[in-house]
């Protein structure tokens, strides 16, 4: 069974469609909503198992231009 997490992500100012356009090209995201609040984009990504989420996280998602912060949230529920 996949591994379900919720990423919220701050970005630098003005780089918020750039950094949810780039996430929509890996093929592990399943969503990516742009939003208001402390948090610019909220991405829902599925990985094998957890150390290929960290991995995604880590390597993936933090070499993206503009990305400050994330914050993951994984998903309990089946």
Known sequence: ?????????????????EVGAALEAMPAMKRVDIVTGPYDVIAIVEAEDLPSLGNLISDDMHSIAGIVKTVSCLSVTA
């Open 1 to 17: 069974m996949a591994t379900r997490a919720y990423i919220l992500i701050e970005t630098i100012v003005g780089r918020t469609a």
